[in-house]
């Protein structure tokens, strides 16, 4: 029994690698809140509103859209666009409600990122005034048991107020201007009719926990999981857009239900992903920017050899760098020269780099492992 020495030559940097570009768009200020209260907006004043939709990124451009058209010219009435993306809305009137959204581009790769639509209801405040009821209940009212008993509420003001009505602080009834009490059991009745007013409330689509994350890092060759927990009824819709275009479901992109999952990422999967959740009473929108990362081989806490060769047995000579991504291409050399594969080879090479040397003969000598990452487009 004999055994060899080696001489190892590896990389020395232990060194994430990014990829060499600009920062995507992504939008850090914009409204949470719609405008759609009377006070909210100043019907025909020199600044009727304004709409903040600052980003960060290089390069950047912004671009708004009224009711999913592009506004024109900002330098006319009723809008002014001042340099970090802010929309300034002066003399508004009427038909200047609607839907509002933000767009910011980066001009040199051509990355977009995009806001939520934001409602905007422009009210002349002439034609505004505070409600005021007109019918109210009495402060006590009777009712009886097995009948029913209806209460009545009116309200003035324009525009036409909605009417909530609350059992012990719980919205029972909304936008209804009475309110039958059912019989025949008063207490049943109450408890089974608040529990299935309160599930068919409408409500816009909110994060059910917390948005999808502002930064997500993924190891090229590997899986990720975008997830988009939305709340709403009706049930919102949900949309993925990378870099402002819309993803269809693909096999390294796979979306099912408010997830999207990434099979096999490589460098051109960086970019910005976001996740539109909507129904017909409003939408929001989130922002992630996916970094893939990749990792030259490194040989950084591994214990190489020393390996006991058995004269005339096969041996099994393992290379395993700890880290790697993407899968390093692994070559062996033998006194500075490269060994090959062929059929009648004495080497093999297994899948993960493992070198067999079918049959080991005295005075072989091993000099030179040399190791050699992917290169790495991007
Ligand atoms: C935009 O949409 C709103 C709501 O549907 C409407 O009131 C408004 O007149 C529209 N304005 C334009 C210019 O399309
Ligand atoms: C009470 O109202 C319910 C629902 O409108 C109706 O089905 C029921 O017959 C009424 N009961 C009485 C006693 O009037
Ligand atoms: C996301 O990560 C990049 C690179 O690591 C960093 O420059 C950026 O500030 C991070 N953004 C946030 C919102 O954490
Ligand atoms: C990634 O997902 C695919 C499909 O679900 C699976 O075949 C593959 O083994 C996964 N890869 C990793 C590294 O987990
Ligand atoms: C990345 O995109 C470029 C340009 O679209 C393409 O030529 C290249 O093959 C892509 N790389 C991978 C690993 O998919």
Redesign the pocket.
């Known amino acids: 029994m004999w055994s060899v020495a080696f001489s190892v030559w590896i990389w020395t940097a232990f060194t994430v690698l990014?990829p060499a570009q600009s920062?995507p768009p992504?939008i850090?200020d914009f409204l949470q809140k719609d405008l759609v209260n009377p006070e909210d907006v100043k019907f025909s004043k020199d600044v009727g509103f304004t709409l903040p939709c600052k980003a960060?990124g290089s390069n950047l451009k912004w671009s708004w859209e009224h009711n999913g058209t592009a506004i024109e010219a900002y330098n006319g009435r009723p809008f002014t666009l001042s340099e970090d993306g802010t929309l300034t809305g002066s003399g508004l009137v009427a038909t200047d409600s609607g839907t509002y959204q933000c767009f910011v581009k980066d001009e040199v790769t051509g990355a977009v990122a995009f806001s939520r639509k934001l409602k905007v209801a422009v009210t002349d405040s002439e034609d505004f005034t505070l409600p005021a009821w007109s019918v109210t209940p009495n402060a006590e009212e009777t009712a009886v048991q097995g009948r029913n008993k209806t209460l009545y509420c009116f309200a003035t003001g324009r525009p036409s107020p909605t009417i909530t009505w609350k059992k012990d602080g719980q919205i029972i009834v909304h936008e209804e201007n009475s309110y039958k009490v059912p019989g025949p059991s008063l207490e049943d009745a109450f408890s089974s009719t608040m529990l299935t007013r309160k599930n068919t409330r409408e409500v816009p689509p909110k994060w059910t926990t917390d948005p999808p994350p502002?930064?997500l890092?993924i190891v090229i060759e590997k899986n990720g999981t975008l997830e988009c927990k939305v709340t709403a009824n009706p049930v919102a819709t949900v949309s993925w857009y990378k870099d402002g275009l819309l993803l269809q479901s693909s096999k390294r992109r796979v979306l099912v239900g408010s997830k999207l999952h990434f099979i096999d990422v490589n460098l051109n999967d960086t970019g910005v992903y976001q996740c539109e959740a909507g129904n017909k009473h409003g939408m929001i929108i989130s922002s992630t920017?996916i970094?893939v990362s990749a990792w030259k081989p490194s040989f950084a806490n591994v214990q190489f050899g020393p390996f006991h060769l058995l004269n005339e047995k096969e041996a099994k000579m393992p290379c395993k760098p700890s880290t790697a991504a993407p899968r390093p291409t692994i070559e062996w050399f033998k006194d500075g020269n490269l060994i090959t594969y062929g059929k009648n080879s004495r080497y093999r090479l297994e899948m993960d780099g493992t070198l067999v040397i079918k049959q080991s003969r005295q005075g072989s000598r091993w000099r030179q492992l040399h190791l050699q990452g992917n290169e790495l487009k991007g």
């Open positions: 990014v920062n992504v850090t960060t502002t930064n890092s920017w970094h």
